[in-house]
């Protein structure tokens, strides 16, 4: 694995660059999410991190 970053530090990396930027971003069920995963995209592509699964979400679980 080396110099990858693993799954829990992705997300921790993506919220720290969230806290730093001028812009605001909301997220919530009464906001598009558009503006959220063009950021995730943004992240995602800076850092190179592969892209997801098409079947990612049968291993995903939601915290209730």
């Not at 906001?31 to 098409?54: G, T």
């Amino acid at each position: 694995m080396g110099n990858c970053l693993k799954g829990s530090e992705a997300i921790y990396g993506f919220c720290e660059w969230l806290t730093t930027r001028d812009e605001k971003t909301v997220m919530s069920a009464d906001n598009d999410s558009a503006i959220i995963c063009d950021l995730i995209k943004e992240f995602c592509e800076e850092n190179k991190l592969p892209d997801p699964r098409d079947n990612y979400t049968d291993y995903l679980t939601i915290p209730k």
